[in-house]
């Protein structure tokens, strides 16, 4: 827990050679409540949408076992297979795969899938990657509908899905309940938004807060949105905590992470969720001066 909100940890902090119940029983050894899982571009993780009956049974029984659940899914397998590419093969595969997606969830109770904000990623982006992609989420947020399960934008490291700002005129052509927003905090200080303004602008949309450090986007640095230490980037996590206490803001925090080769990763883990529990202490302590002086 992270004072009273639930305290995620991204799968793909772990070593990827982990069984899941090897996996969640670690996140909960740790301290946490909770794993988000990957679908993301490589074979065997897309794979996971087309398990047998068999696969399907061990992770239940994994979730059974050790009481974690898997309350959300980062699906960014959209980067390899984009709703905008300009190959009609590969914009049915995106739909393909969200689908699979939107049942995978039924199936685990996973109730939030978080979106990547991308048109294309290794193509050129243009005019008609843009209307393909914005039909792509049209289509996905009925699927959606239909099986109950939430779909959240995730703030992104490239200018497409830049600020919630941005976000909000997606939400504007779908006007769907089920079409949320997700926002990543590391990459929403990068950009140089004005991360109050933004978080009160989404705050009744938010379904779940991305926990990362990132170095800021300059004119002449394109920015470092991944791998970056908690403490080493330029996200105020005290401010913004402080920021989300006093929007009122109740749901969970994920921790986003990257295991690499060799890494003491459960020495980097438990040094990152510490960091994280200070800033959080240090916001609310912010947020209760601040409220004291209004009473």
């Not at 076992?65 to 980067?79: A, D, F, N, Q």
């Not at 996905?140 to 919630?164: H, N």
Request: with cysteine.
């Amino acid at each position: 827990m992270l004072g009273k909100h639930l305290l995620g940890l991204y799968e793909k902090a772990l070593p990827p050679d982990m069984s899941w119940e090897r996996r969640l029983q670690t996140a909960k050894d740790l301290g946490y409540d909770y794993v988000e899982i990957s679908i993301d571009e490589k074979d065997e993780r897309m794979a996971r949408l087309y398990w047998d009956e068999k696969r399907k049974e061990e992770l239940h029984r994994a979730i059974q076992k050790t009481g974690v659940s898997i309350p959300s899914m980062c699906l960014s397998c959209h980067r390899r297979f984009p709703y905008g590419s300009s190959d009609p093969v590969i914009r049915e595969k995106a739909h393909i795969l969200m689908e699979k997606a939107i049942l995978f969830c039924r199936e685990f109770g996973i109730r939030v899938i978080q979106l990547a904000g991308y048109d294309v990623y290794y193509e050129e982006s243009t005019p008609e990657s843009l209307n393909y992609f914005l039909e792509g989420l049209k289509s996905a947020a009925r699927l959606a509908e239909k099986y109950q399960v939430m779909l959240a934008m995730e703030i992104m490291d490239t200018p497409l899905m830049s600020s919630i700002t941005r976000y909000k005129k997606y939400k504007d052509e779908i006007p769907s309940p089920w079409f949320t927003v997700y926002p990543d905090l590391g990459n929403l200080t990068a950009w140089g938004n004005d991360v109050k303004s933004e978080l009160t602008l989404g705050i009744h949309e938010i379904v779940g807060v991305h926990l990362k450090d990132t170095l800021a986007v300059t004119p002449t640095f394109e920015g470092k949105f991944k791998c970056v230490t908690f403490g080493d980037g330029c996200v105020d996590f005290a401010e913004e905590f402080k920021i989300l206490e006093e929007l009122g803001y109740a749901g969970p925090y994920m921790m986003e992470m990257w295991y690499t080769e060799g890494m003491d990763w459960k020495d980097y883990i438990g040094k990152a969720k510490q960091y994280i529990e200070e800033e959080f202490s240090k916001g609310v302590a912010k947020s209760d001066e601040i409220l004291s002086w209004t009473r």
